[in-house]
């Protein structure tokens, strides 16, 4: 068997391994490549093999990075199966139209500047049909049900504890009279979170493929973050503010309200009008609703004394652009969750503008924000910052809560690392910037000195 590292090989990014085995041609994610726009499209359209050739495509989760080209393949002439768990297929259903919308509204852009210089207009990557022709092809299993994928290959989904329905993708291959199990850890999720379970451990696995996202970093301890939750939306709402959550539509957004869902019912924080406030996040959470088979115990048990850990009584889900608006005036303290989690694009720009600028209320990131995107600069302390073209002066307090990640620390990476049995005779180190790669890759010689650690260049080939 041989990969080919076309994507995530020293970055997060753009997730595509081509497997070959047995004479056959197996895709291990079609991620969209997200980083500087022309580089984007150049490698986002054109793929590095012929899509009509291949036998099958598997997918370990929903995360645009890791699903989101599938729509551009299928049109340029891939008809065979996508395997996935049934919650990746149902949140890939919501992700890639919502991607097409994004990718159409991106090649509107693009176009109107080429029409000034007079070069002709670009087409959209895919559109929205292209993106339901794509789910067609998606063949769902759920976890730890093993099925043939092919000539000597079977495939099974073991949890990975990082968003719902996300998993680790097993290959047990027969070929030329060698009987092996390869593992791809997907994107490994961190222990004890709420809603997921943890990561589960896989056992007799001669070759890895490890993700390294966090290989050089450490994240705060959870518990503080709950804590510091509670003090900072406590102390926002009591002088009357509102707090101004920038989150991810999916994972992150329903962690969040199930969170307060808890610390309200403890009586913790005060019952105060809650909004969602994205159209993708309200789809996001129906999805999450329809699989708690994804979930860990104590959301479970949650789901039965409480009801959905997702609906709070002062809780309000919006679509509409209207009831979006109409935030713009709504008078006394209140919660107001919206997408982009960096605040690099969606309706929460609109509630930065709108609210920011009131000393009363909290602007309150709970995740990562990559350089130089909105939501780092605010952090950074830039002020005024530009929204939409204009500059805002921002006097709201400004807060950031860490724990509320999907990737394991470099700490809790290794201890699922050292939990997996077998002999292992060679582990490849991927979705990593290269220093977090090649640090974390320096920690696996270590643990395992017998096995051969690569952390693959781009377009790389490794033989197993
Ligand atoms: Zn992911």
């Known amino acids: 068997m041989r990969i080919h590292y ?7 990014t753009g997730s595509m391994y081509l497997v070959e085995v047995n004479q056959q041609r197996i895709l291990l994610e079609c991620g969209l490549y997200q980083g500087r726009r022309s580089v984007a499209m150049e490698r986002n359209r054109n793929f590095t093999f012929d899509p009509a050739k291949l036998d099958c495509a598997v997918v370990s989760h929903a995360h645009i990075d890791h699903v989101g080209n599938f729509p551009n393949l299928c049109k340029k002439g891939f008809t065979g199966n996508i395997y996935s768990t049934f919650a990746t297929r149902d949140l890939a259903a919501i992700m890639l139209v919502d991607s097409a919308e994004i990718q159409r509204a991106d090649a509107e852009y693009v176009s109107k500047k080429r029409a000034k210089q007079g070069l002709p207009a670009v087409e959209p990557l895919y559109s929205g049909i292209d993106a339901e022709k794509a789910i067609r092809q998606f063949v769902s299993f759920n976890y730890d049900r093993t099925m043939p994928i092919g000539d000597g290959v079977s495939v099974t989904f073991r949890d990975a504890g990082h968003i719902l329905g996300s998993a680790q993708v097993v290959l047990d291959v027969r070929e030329d009279g060698r009987k092996f199990r390869f593992l791809f850890s997907g994107d490994v999720g961190r222990p004890g979170q709420d809603i997921l379970r943890d990561p589960d451990v896989v056992d007799k696995v001669d070759f890895l493929q490890i993700e390294s996202t966090y290989g050089n970093r450490e994240h705060h301890d959870a518990a503080n973050s709950l804590e510091d939750l509670e003090r900072l939306v406590g102390g926002a709402l009591k002088r ?10 999916v ?4 962690q969040l309200v199930y969170e307060f869902h808890k610390l309200v019912d ?5 019952v105060v009008p809650m909004f969602v406030d994205s159209p993708l996040s ?8 329809l699989h708690p088979e994804c979930f860990d115990e104590e959301t479970y048990r949650f789901l039965h004394e409480h009801g959905s850990p997702f609906g709070l009584s002062n809780l309000t889900y919006i679509r509409d652009v209207a009831q979006s608006k109409a935030l713009n005036t709504l008078p006394g303290p209140a919660v107001i969750i919206s997408a982009s989690g960096m605040a690099e694009a969606g309706r929460i720009r609109h509630h930065l503008v709108n609210h920011g600028g009131d000393a009363n209320n909290l602007i309150l990131f709970v995740g990562f924000c990559a350089e130089s995107t909105l939501g780092a600069q605010i952090l950074a302390g830039v002020n005024p910052v530009n929204i939409h073209g204009e500059p805002k002066t921002l006097r709201a307090q400004i807060a950031q809560v ?3 990640s999907g990737h394991a620390g470099r700490s809790e990476l290794l201890a699922y690392f050292r939990q997996i049995t077998g002999d292992l005779k060679k582990i490849t180190v991927i979705h990593g910037e290269e220093t977090a790669a090649l640090s974390f890759g320096e920690a696996l010689r270590l643990e395992r000195p017998n096995a051969e650690v690569i952390v693959p260049t781009p377009g790389q080939i490794v033989e197993f």
């Not at 076309?6 to 997060?12: D, P």
């Not at 503010?241 to 991810?248: D, L, M, S, T």
């Not at 994972?251 to 329903?254: A, E, I, K």
């Open 266 to 270: 403890a009586g913790r924080l005060p």
């Open 251 to 254: 994972g992150r957004t329903q």
């Open 240 to 249: 009357g503010g509102k707090v101004i959550i920038p989150a991810f539509s």
């Open 6 to 12: 076309l994507g995530a090989a020293r970055t997060t």
């Open 282 to 289: 309200v789809n996001a959470t129906e999805v999450f609703r």
């Open 402 to 404: 860490d724990s509320f």
